[in-house]
């Protein structure tokens, strides 16, 4: 008798837990993240070095406190970047955050046309689409998505060896 409550116990409380997760989930609501600035911070033959900063806005009434960020770039309908990185940062309780990370890439290997993208881009405005996840650091909540779009000028540290001030 004992052992049957005991078992009934240990369902109740484990439905209770998922429960509990699932409506935590549902609880969180959508950050807005956007693209602020794409930096050109150095552009050589053998490699290019790109500076993404990101704006994050959190509608909840609480912190989120973010422990890595996987994101997906399209500049004028060109894959840009894509990755995840580890990130250790906290938007405030209906406040907003930025963080930026920095971007390695062979543009001569991987896809020329973003080089001619990356060159107008410092001359005029470019769409952008960007999309991913956040991962929070709150036990029981899986990373919550975010995708945005707009249009974004690229500011050039370095272009062609010579230094520019954006």
């Known amino acids: 008798?004992?052992?049957?409550?005991?078992?009934?116990?240990?369902?109740?409380?484990?439905?209770?837990?998922?429960?509990?997760?699932?409506?935590?989930?549902?609880?969180?609501?959508?950050?807005?993240?956007?693209?602020?600035?794409?930096?050109?911070?150095?552009?050589g033959f053998s490699e290019q070095t790109f500076v993404l900063s990101f704006?994050?806005?959190?509608?909840?009434?609480?912190?989120?406190?973010?422990?890595?960020?996987?994101?997906?770039?399209?500049?004028?309908?060109?894959?840009?970047?894509?990755?995840?990185t580890a990130a250790s940062f906290t938007v405030a309780a209906q406040g907003d955050a930025m963080f930026a990370i920095s971007v390695e890439l062979d543009l001569f290997r991987t896809a020329p046309q973003l080089l001619l993208i990356?060159?107008?881009?410092t001359m005029r405005d470019l769409?952008?689409?960007?999309?991913?996840?956040?991962?929070?650091?709150?036990?029981f909540v899986e990373p919550v998505s975010f995708k945005s779009s707009g249009e974004i000028r690229l500011l050039a540290r370095e272009f062609h060896g010579r230094n520019r001030n954006p």
């Open 1 to 43: 008798m004992n052992r049957q409550i005991l078992n009934l116990a240990g369902v109740v409380a484990a439905a209770f837990l998922v429960s509990a997760c699932a409506g935590m989930q549902r609880a969180i609501s959508m950050p807005g993240v956007s693209l602020r600035n794409v930096e050109v911070a150095h552009v």
């Open 127 to 139: 769409p952008y689409e960007l999309s991913g996840k956040l991962g929070i650091d709150i036990p």
């Open 55 to 84: 704006d994050i806005t959190n509608p909840n009434p609480f912190p989120l406190p973010v422990n890595h960020v996987s994101y997906g770039v399209t500049l004028d309908n060109k894959r840009f970047a894509s990755g995840q």
């Open 118 to 121: 990356v060159r107008d881009g």
